[in-house]
């Protein structure tokens, strides 16, 4: 059964005072934001934990792979903000970008492979696309275009230098992120402008 689509016009009344509440109402209120789930805090809670044991056994680890970044404590902060800050950031732009794990799992490991090293930006894009599909309700198809985005970002890493090639790769990071979506779009079939 297709979809039933239906505009909702600006300042259109979309329940009227002491009208009997049916599904479509239910319908438009969630669709224009004004009712949902409520909050569930105890997923809040365990997302921030597990957000910090990952800032935890990440920082643990980089004494093997990185003891630089594991004696310097400003390395050390940076690397838990480049955690935090894209956590925190795809939450709150969740509603307004359906796919934003893909635009903030691959900044967050730039950021982290240029800064820090490679393999912190590829833990890094790990652990962040398994939290994208943890927090964002996304499941395994948030966490698998967020891996994939990450990965291309630190294989076009090399290429980003000089200044004058960011175009052709931010091209590339777009080509690649809608191949993602159309494969995910064909997995569970649905067309791309649904995944999109």
């Known amino acids: 059964v297709e979809d039933a689509v239906r505009t909702i016009a600006a300042n259109q009344r979309l329940l009227a005072k002491g009208e009997r509440v049916t599904a479509s109402h ?4 969630r669709a224009v934001g004004l009712s949902g789930p409520r909050a569930d805090y105890g997923r809040a809670v365990a997302a921030a934990l597990m957000a910090w044991l990952f800032v935890v056994l990440l920082g643990a680890q980089t004494r093997h792979w990185a003891p630089n970044v594991y004696h310097s404590p400003k390395l050390l902060a940076l690397l838990a903000l480049l955690i935090v ?3 925190l950031a795809a939450n709150l732009l969740a509603l307004a970008l359906p796919n934003v794990w893909m635009l903030v799992v691959p900044a967050a490991a730039l950021m982290a492979a240029v800064l820090l090293s490679e393999r912190a930006g590829m833990l890094l894009t790990v652990g962040l696309s398994m939290l994208a599909g ?3 309700n996304g499941g395994l198809p948030a966490a698998l275009t967020a891996l994939g985005s990450g990965l291309a970002a630190l ?6 230098w000089p200044v004058s090639r960011l175009r052709w790769i931010v091209g590339a990071m777009a080509v690649t992120n809608v ?6 779009g064909m997995w569970y079939s649905q067309p791309l402008a649904g995944v999109v």
Request: no cysteine; glycine share 0%; proline share 5%.
């Open 26 to 29: 239910l319908a438009m209120l």
């Open 85 to 87: 800050i894209p956590l």
């Open 155 to 160: 294989t076009y890493l090399s290429h980003i």
């Open 134 to 136: 943890l927090t964002a």
């Open 179 to 184: 191949a993602l979506l159309a494969a995910m």
